[in-house]
Nanobody, 126 residues
Framework: VQLQASGGGSVQAGDSLSLSCAAS????????MAWFRQTPGNEREFVAGISWSGGTSHYIDSVKGRFTISRDNDKKMMYLQMNSLKPEDTAIYYC????????????????????WGQGTLVTVSS
């Protein structure tokens, strides 16, 4: 499975942005998926994850209520709607997938995921 993240850009604090992750090369119906982010000098951080069916999602505390993860298995797409963006959300955002039926709350480290997109930069200015 190949993943391609897109939708990043430069916005002002309080604005919204929607990221997309397109999968190709195989089905994602049985894959848990997630968004991670990384800033210079820091490790890649889990942001949000979603179960294979889309029925369960998990977020880090700092984005709860502001970000929403979703997926469309038929279109082989995953999304991250980011509202009320803050400067601290500035990072390169990566999408990831793993062929597991586990709940996303159990899959929160980079080692849990097999497939990665190339990343898309989100810059939020104050």
């Amino acid at each position: 499975v190949q993943l391609q993240a897109s939708g990043g850009g430069s916005v002002q604090a309080g604005d919204s942005l929607s990221l997309s992750c397109a999968a190709s090369g195989g089905t994602i119906h049985t894959y848990a998926m997630a968004w991670f982010r990384q800033t210079p000098g820091n490790e890649r951080e889990f942001v949000a994850g979603i179960s294979w069916s889309g029925g369960t999602s998990h977020y880090i505390d700092s984005v709860k209520g502001r970000f929403t993860i979703s997926r469309d298995n038929d279109k082989k797409m995953m999304y991250l709607q980011m509202n009320s963006l803050k400067p601290e959300d500035t990072a390169i955002y990566y999408c990831a997938a793993v062929g597991m039926l586990s709940l996303p709350s159990f899959l929160t480290t980079t080692e849990d995921y097999t497939y990665w997109g190339q990343g898309t930069l989100v810059t939020v200015s104050s």
